[in-house]
């Protein structure tokens, strides 16, 4: 008696099991679901300059890595700050992305932005950009304790993080390329 409750309790849990995931785990269409949320995200820092194939994979992994903690899509869907948690698992790709790789910084400071700003010389072959974001990455690195809090620093709007990665740029283009720019730097007192 005892084995055949066994069975059938295991029989129904395999049955309710299941049947429910089937209807409750990620499909095609939920996948297309997020991916459109995510487009709402296209206006942040570094992915504003990415390509529409570097961002349908940039989305990917974020949809992959939400499907991978949320298994169960109804439950991704109901959670009470859903929002919050798929920009936290945005920022945690962002992040990732420029840990492993730190070309990924001319999809935050593009090659013309840097002419047009002054920090560059127009002009630059690809070889000689790629040297610069070496450049950058590695005084970035130097810099910051953490890729989050470079990312914090720039994503925030904290000038002094802007500022901070602005002379480093400029370090770069003067050590690389014999470039320099002059800084005229205003000091504004509030209240007078």
């Known amino acids: 008696m005892k084995k055949s409750l066994l069975t059938t309790v295991a029989l129904v849990a395999v049955l309710l099991s299941g049947g429910c995931s ?3 785990r990620w499909g095609e269409k939920e996948r297309e679901e997020l991916r459109r949320e995510l487009r709402a995200y296209r206006d942040m820092v570094y992915l504003d300059n990415l390509a529409d194939a570097e961002f349908a994979l940039f989305s990917g992994d974020v949809v992959e890595a939400i499907e991978v903690d949320y298994p169960v899509y109804t439950t991704f869907v ?3 700050g859903r929002g919050d948690t798929v920009e936290v698992y945005v920022v945690s790709t962002i992040v990732e992305e420029l840990n492993t790789n730190p070309h990924n ?3 935050i400071f593009p090659y013309p932005q840097l002419v047009a700003d002054g920090i560059l010389p127009a002009g ?4 000689a950009q790629r040297a610069f974001y070496d450049c950058l990455s590695h005084k970035i690195k130097r810099a ?3 890729t989050a809090a470079f990312f914090d620093a720039i994503v925030e709007g904290n000038q002094a993080g802007a500022t901070l990665v602005a002379n480093l740029a400029l370090q770069c283009a003067a050590d690389l390329f014999d470039w320099g720019v002059e800084v005229d730097e205003t000091v504004v007192i509030e209240g007078e």
């Not at 630059?124 to 070889?127: D, I, P, R, V």
């Open 78 to 80: 109901e959670l009470p």
């Open 124 to 127: 630059l072959n690809h070889q």
């Open 144 to 146: 910051f304790p953490s």
């Open 105 to 107: 910084l001319r999809n």
């Open 22 to 24: 089937k209807e409750q």
